[in-house]
């Protein structure tokens, strides 16, 4: 279980960047209902994958709650709609973003806390593997925090392996992070979740 520190520290960085990126005059947000609704929308976009919001439905959604009465938005989706046409890259862009903001200055990684936070907000809601992942790597014990290319490479492992991790190759350029933790599911889903402590030691 990531503790709870962790998913304060994920939300706030999350906030951070929808208002860096998101939150200015064109988007004409004026309370703060319509900025929580605002973050709602992105996170249902960026981080549940879920569908983008059309102009007539989010239009006639608002119209219900107000009684019918207007079709006008709550706040300019201008922006809302740049990220619905290119999910892959506002994805990536607030992916980046976590990692910088959440490395200490000076510093080349995130303690594994931060990181296993991160990625259970940002990638478990779409790649459900990750929850093995953040089970594994308290398990292993001995990565204390994640380098940018370990970042990259977790997301990059979850895009293109598949879930059975029949496709992973052993001998590509992934992290030894990443070796290990295939040999952990592996070793699990052949001799059950009990037999790993005995038969391997991380």
Not at 24 to 49: C, G, K
Not at 89 to 97: E, G, K, R
Not at 114 to 125: I, N
Not at 183 to 196: F, L
């Amino acid at each position: 279980m990531v503790a709870w520190n962790g998913l304060t520290r994920v939300s706030c960085l999350y906030r951070l960047f929808v208002l860096r990126n998101f939150i200015n005059e064109s988007t004409r947000i004026s309370s703060l209902p319509v900025l929580a609704q605002a973050l709602r929308e992105l996170e249902d976009l960026l981080i549940r994958d879920k569908e983008a919001l059309t102009r007539s439905a989010s239009a006639s959604s608002q119209a219900k709650k107000r009684g019918g009465a207007s079709t006008k938005e709550p706040y300019n989706r201008t922006r809302y709609r740049e990220y619905a046409s290119d999910r892959k890259a506002a994805f990536a862009d607030l992916y980046q973003f976590c990692f910088t903001l959440a490395k200490p200055p000076q510093a080349r990684n995130i303690d594994l806390e931060t990181a296993m936070a991160l990625w259970s907000v940002l990638l478990a809601p779409r790649y459900p593997i990750v929850n093995d992942l953040i089970t594994f790597l308290p398990v292993k014990g001995t990565y204390k925090g994640a380098n940018k290319d370990i970042w990259n490479m977790v997301h990059e492992f979850c895009r293109v392996v598949d879930p059975s991790l029949s496709n992973y190759e052993a001998d590509g350029a992934w992290p030894s992070l990443l070796d290990d933790f295939v040999a952990w599911m592996k070793c699990k889903t052949d001799d059950g979740a009990e037999a790993v402590s005995a038969r391997v030691e991380w």
